[in-house]
């Protein structure tokens, strides 16, 4: 006489368990790398809007952006911002110095600042202690 199963063994219901907890481990640590990337899409748009509305108030004074400098915005004082020469550029025969412009955060995720937006510009005064870039 065959003995009438109804249900599950014990180690059917344990495979069924740790692959269930797989599931959820691997949906949880997606959400947080998801969540993470959405916090640092929204701070980079944040930084752009920032280095927008900086660019114009330096362009505003007709002063351009300071050579090398680096400060920290008075809205917000998680943000700071830094420029620096990078090089002499040849451009339509005449020399202009190259100045990054470089936005930085502080998150909550890292210990330094995080570097969300950084533009090249270009100032019509040439530095004699910057190098020479070759010409693109």
Known sequence: ????????????VVVA?????????SALVSMSAYKRQMLFSKQRIVATRLA???????????????????????????W???TQ????????????TVI????LGITAYDREPVLFASVELLQ????ESTPRLASP
């Open 1 to 12: 006489m065959k003995p009438n199963r109804e249900g599950f063994t014990l180690l059917e």
């Open 100 to 103: 990054r412009f470089d936005l």
């Open 124 to 127: 019509n005064q040439v530095l």
């Open 52 to 78: 927008d509305e900086m660019l114009a108030r330096w362009y505003e004074l007709n002063q351009g952006p300071p050579t090398f400098d680096r400060g920290q915005f008075e809205s917000n004082g998680t």
């Open 85 to 96: 020469p990078v090089g002499v550029r040849k451009i339509f025969g005449n020399d202009v």
């Open 17 to 25: 368990l740790v692959l269930m907890g797989t599931l959820v481990a």
């Open 80 to 82: 700071l911002w830094r």
